[in-house]
């Protein structure tokens, strides 16, 4: 019997429902090698089973040094921008024992007391924004909420002063806009970036503040070795993965609220009741569901594998479909219906292993807030045109709408 066809991947249909041809991946070809747009050859994961084991696997490494690719091909994969500037020592491209150090660092700023005391801030910030355009009775969720909500809270985290938030907004919307077009763009705002962390740095050396900079540079002072280049790219990759991935968190799910009626009204529900049960379960559904990062970030093979019965080469990049492996079946009961009160969600939307997100409780503490208080103080809010019209954002790691455009009855000023 012969095998169907491969559906078409990365076109703007499939960015806007990429879960059929997921479906097919898991079924006829769950560990699949193509061409990605860039032109770099990488293998897709899109089991469960094989999405967690490869998560885990020391086998495949996150630092590019291992792939086996032409300098041009290497230079396609990974943050535009980051080798050029001196970013590449971050979480996201070391293994241990760099890797193991460095985590250690950074995670003092997500214990869970850490996150408990940033709790208010993150409020405050929610509230604000939604002041902003309570009274319009129409707002672009993304741009006006869901993007400088975990800009500016990841800003207070590392210590940017309030006045330079708004250069840490521009920079960081120039990686939103064109972070699935022409690279030039975000490695022009990553250079920027690069030249204000460096001289921040300074200044916190000089004058630190409690902050998760001026604690860095503490460790550092302390026999941590961490070096200015070091914190550099910590700082810079807990912003970029710490804002896009929340922003797509909020957006992604507030959509799928907006689109599931009778999940919306269980959860409003209960909120109106005072209780925040079903919320916490809700987003966890929603980071299932439809996730903020569609793919994991690249992995390297270091030795010949075998990956789901394909035989993986050294070298060979690695992709992991979160997507793709939080929709499998043969975990997840009914798995593309939304169902925030799911129990047994051992999802893989912050990873697994040693490179789980750091920041994920702060994330999902901002998403909770986020969608919480959207609902509470916006009660009717409703999708604003037609779902059709919706555009997400091109690029191969994250998945989110370009706009988000909703209406409701204004609130007095």
């Not at 300098?71 to 193991?100: C, F, Q, S, V």
């Not at 002041?131 to 990841?154: C, M, Q, R, S, V």
């Not at 409003?268 to 209780?275: N, P, R, T, V």
């Not at 299932?288 to 990049?317: F, I, K, M, N, S």
Request: hydrophobic share 40%; with cysteine; aromatic share 8%.
């Amino acid at each position: 019997m012969s095998t169907p066809d491969v559906p078409e991947l990365f076109t703007w249909e499939f960015a806007t429902d990429p879960y059929p041809a997921y479906a097919w991946l898991r079924e006829h070809a769950p560990v699949y090698r193509t061409e990605l747009p860039s032109g770099v050859e990488a293998w897709l994961v899109t089991r469960y089973a094989d999405a967690k084991r490869a998560l885990a696997d020391p086998r495949l490494s996150k630092n590019p040094v291992h792939h086996a690719g032409s300098a041009h091909a290497k230079g396609r994969t990974g943050i535009p921008g980051e080798r050029n500037a001196e970013l590449m020592t971050h979480l996201l491209n070391i293994d241990p024992p760099d890797h193991t150090r460095l985590r250690r660092l950074v995670s003092k700023a997500f214990t869970p007391r850490r996150v408990a005391q940033f709790a208010p801030r993150v409020q405050e910030l929610t509230d604000r924004l939604i002041d902003g355009f309570a009274a319009k009775g129409e707002a672009d969720l993304i741009h006006d909420f869901a993007f400088p909500l975990p800009i500016y809270a990841i800003c207070d985290l590392l210590g940017v002063p309030r006045e330079d938030q708004d250069d840490f907004r521009d920079w960081a919307g120039m990686m939103i806009r064109h972070g699935g077009g022409p690279r030039g763009g975000v490695a022009r705002s990553v250079k920027k970036m690069r030249s204000y962390l460096a001289e921040l740095i300074h200044r916190k050396r000089e004058n630190p503040g409690d902050d998760l900079i001026s604690d860095l540079i503490r460790s550092s002072d302390h026999g941590e070795h961490l070096t200015e280049n070091e914190a550099a790219a910590m700082a810079f990759i807990l912003l970029f993965a710490g804002f896009e991935t929340t922003v797509n968190l909020i957006g992604n799910g507030m959509y799928a609220l907006l689109r599931h009626p009778g999940q919306r009204a269980l959860l409003q529900a209960s909120l109106d009741a005072g209780e925040s049960g079903l919320l916490a379960t809700g987003v966890e559904e929603l980071l299932r569901y439809d996730g903020p990062v569609e793919l994991a970030t690249w992995r390297y093979a270091t030795e010949p594998l075998t990956l789901g019965g394909q035989a993986v080469a050294t070298g060979d990049p690695v992709l992991v479909v979160l997507a793709a492996a939080d929709r499998d079946p043969a975990r997840f009961e009914d798995p593309d219906r939304l169902d925030l009160a799911r129990r047994d969600n051992q999802h893989l939307g912050y990873g697994h292993g040693i490179h789980y997100c750091v920041g994920a409780p702060l994330a999902r503490l901002e998403g909770q807030a986020a969608l919480g208080t959207l609902l509470t103080r916006l009660p009717d809010v409703r999708l604003a045109g037609d779902p059709a019209d919706l555009r997400w954002r091109g690029g191969l790691i994250m998945r989110g709408l370009r706009t988000l455009p909703v209406q409701f009855t204004p609130l007095p000023s």
